[in-house]
């Protein structure tokens, strides 16, 4: 096998949205320390070094250049309008050719990886652009999109097996039926080579 499987990753980048400043300490305090939990579940003593980033794409600001037209893809800013003594940034990656192309802004709360301003930002537009489902960069990193896809998959899942399982009390039907009717098919066996393996579908 690959020299990277069956090993516990030493690093970890972790992102994540839909949280004001407001709820920043919990994030810090509840949610990461549940992490850190499950890590020590794993193997006593496992300790990855955590960068955690909170992206922020429900807000007021907007950037203009100084000429007609949007800023150009892959616009940072990190200056002036940014908090003061915080790690946080805008960073506006896809193009805009209708519209006011409206940055995310980018919250840096944990950082024991001690990347370079520079590094990270680098890092936060490159996972811009690798959306399967996207040719060219989306608004926010990839591991967000991903992770609404798979919640919301396991949310159809979920919603899925209450109903069946209500049905069966009930004494209604058989089998696993959606939320919209329809009957949810048996998840098809995965094939050896991919088993062990991380994919987006």
Do not use: W
């Not at 003593?45 to 600001?61: C, F, M, R, S």
Request: proline share 7%.
């Amino acid at each position: 096998p690959p020299p990277n499987v069956e090993r516990k990753p030493q690093q970890m980048i972790i992102f994540r949205d839909g949280v004001s400043e407001s709820q920043f300490d919990q994030v810090l305090n509840v949610e990461l320390q549940a992490i850190f939990k499950a890590c020590n579940d794993i193997e006593a003593d496992y300790k990855p070094k955590v960068t955690l980033i909170v992206a922020q794409k429900n807000h007021h600001t907007k950037l203009f250049p100084t000429g007609p037209g949007n800023v150009q893809p892959g616009t940072i800013v990190d200056a002036q309008i940014c908090h003061p003594r915080n790690f946080d940034f805008y960073l506006c990656p896809q193009a805009g050719p209708i519209g006011t192309s409206r940055p995310t802004h980018y919250h840096v709360l944990l950082d024991e990886n001690n990347f370079t301003v520079d590094d990270l930002q680098i890092l936060v537009h490159a996972l811009s652009y690798v959306y399967q489902r996207s040719t060219t960069a989306i608004s926010s990193v990839a591991p967000i999109n991903y992770a609404h896809l798979a919640a919301s998959q396991m949310q159809q899942f979920l919603k899925a097996d209450e109903f069946s399982d209500t049905a069966s009390r009930s004494g209604r039907g058989e089998g696993s039926v959606a939320s919209g009717g329809g009957h949810v098919p048996e998840l098809p066996a995965l094939h050896q080579n991919v088993c062990h393996t991380m994919f987006f579908c």
